[in-house]
Protein backbone atom coordinates (compact mmCIF):
# COMPACT_ATOMS: atom_id res chain seq x y z
CA UNK A 1 0.00 0.00 0.00
CA UNK A 2 1.46 3.49 -1.00
CA UNK A 3 1.62 6.18 1.38
CA UNK A 4 -0.27 9.15 0.50
CA UNK A 5 1.20 12.55 -0.48
CA UNK A 6 -0.53 14.04 2.08
CA UNK A 7 0.65 11.49 4.77
CA UNK A 8 4.42 12.13 3.16
CA UNK A 9 4.12 15.45 3.45
CA UNK A 10 2.66 15.59 7.18
CA UNK A 11 5.77 13.33 8.07
CA UNK A 12 8.46 15.75 6.46
CA UNK A 13 6.97 19.01 8.28
CA UNK A 14 7.01 16.88 11.53
CA UNK A 15 10.47 16.54 11.19
CA UNK A 16 11.03 19.86 10.31
CA UNK A 17 9.14 21.23 13.21
CA UNK A 18 11.23 18.59 15.44
CA UNK A 19 14.42 20.19 14.19
CA UNK A 20 13.40 23.81 14.11
CA UNK A 21 12.22 23.65 17.98
CA UNK A 22 15.35 21.39 18.73
CA UNK A 23 17.54 24.20 17.56
CA UNK A 24 16.33 26.18 20.28
CA UNK A 25 15.98 23.80 23.48
CA UNK A 26 19.11 21.23 22.69
CA UNK A 27 21.22 22.20 19.79
CA UNK A 28 23.60 19.63 20.51
CA UNK A 29 21.25 17.12 20.07
CA UNK A 30 20.03 18.79 17.10
CA UNK A 31 24.06 18.59 15.83
CA UNK A 32 24.40 14.97 16.38
CA UNK A 33 20.71 14.23 14.19
CA UNK A 34 21.85 16.39 11.60
CA UNK A 35 25.58 14.70 11.55
CA UNK A 36 23.72 11.04 11.99
CA UNK A 37 21.21 12.50 9.02
CA UNK A 38 24.44 12.99 6.59
CA UNK A 39 26.21 10.06 7.44
CA UNK A 40 23.24 7.76 6.07
CA UNK A 41 23.11 10.28 2.93
CA UNK A 42 26.77 10.10 2.18
CA UNK A 43 26.77 6.67 2.59
CA UNK A 44 23.30 6.15 0.33
CA UNK A 45 25.49 8.34 -2.35
CA UNK A 46 28.41 6.06 -2.15
CA UNK A 47 26.21 2.88 -2.10
CA UNK A 48 24.76 4.32 -5.28
CA UNK A 49 27.79 5.32 -6.64
CA UNK A 50 29.19 2.02 -6.20
CA UNK A 51 26.16 0.01 -7.60
CA UNK A 52 25.96 1.92 -11.05
CA UNK A 53 30.19 2.21 -11.42
CA UNK A 54 29.17 -1.15 -13.16
CA UNK A 55 27.31 -0.06 -16.07
CA UNK A 56 29.98 2.83 -16.40
CA UNK A 57 33.73 1.41 -15.77
CA UNK A 58 34.69 -1.53 -17.60
CA UNK A 59 37.16 -4.01 -15.78
CA UNK A 60 38.58 -7.26 -17.54
CA UNK A 61 37.44 -10.66 -16.06
CA UNK A 62 40.73 -11.54 -14.84
CA UNK A 63 41.02 -8.59 -12.58
CA UNK A 64 39.08 -9.69 -9.63
CA UNK A 65 40.55 -7.39 -7.33
CA UNK A 66 38.49 -4.18 -8.75
CA UNK A 67 35.45 -6.37 -8.09
CA UNK A 68 36.28 -7.51 -4.39
CA UNK A 69 36.98 -3.72 -3.62
CA UNK A 70 33.36 -2.96 -5.62
CA UNK A 71 31.85 -5.14 -3.18
CA UNK A 72 33.79 -4.77 -0.09
CA UNK A 73 32.63 -0.82 -0.92
CA UNK A 74 29.34 -1.93 -1.53
CA UNK A 75 29.07 -4.11 2.19
CA UNK A 76 30.90 -0.53 3.99
CA UNK A 77 28.23 1.64 2.56
CA UNK A 78 25.49 -0.45 3.53
CA UNK A 79 26.77 -0.79 6.98
CA UNK A 80 26.89 3.13 7.37
CA UNK A 81 23.72 3.78 6.17
CA UNK A 82 22.80 0.98 8.43
CA UNK A 83 24.57 2.68 11.55
CA UNK A 84 23.47 6.29 10.56
CA UNK A 85 19.41 5.12 10.33
CA UNK A 86 19.87 3.02 13.34
CA UNK A 87 21.49 5.88 15.35
CA UNK A 88 19.36 8.59 14.24
CA UNK A 89 16.28 6.21 15.29
CA UNK A 90 17.76 6.02 18.58
CA UNK A 91 18.48 9.67 19.38
CA UNK A 92 15.32 11.13 17.56
CA UNK A 93 13.10 9.21 20.18
CA UNK A 94 14.28 11.48 23.24
CA UNK A 95 14.62 14.22 20.94
CA UNK A 96 10.73 14.08 20.53
CA UNK A 97 10.14 13.77 23.86
CA UNK A 98 12.29 16.64 24.71
CA UNK A 99 10.18 18.88 22.07
CA UNK A 100 6.70 17.62 22.95
CA UNK A 101 6.92 16.30 26.46
CA UNK A 102 4.61 13.55 27.30
CA UNK A 103 1.97 14.29 29.65
CA UNK A 104 0.94 11.55 32.15
CA UNK A 105 -2.65 12.62 33.56
Do not use: N
Not at 39 to 50: S, T
Amino acid sequence: MASSPRRSSTYRRYEQLLHERLAQIDPRRRARLRALATAAGVGMAGFVGLWIAPIYLSVPAYLSVPATLLHGGLALSGTCIAGAVIGYLLQRRPARDRVWPVRRP
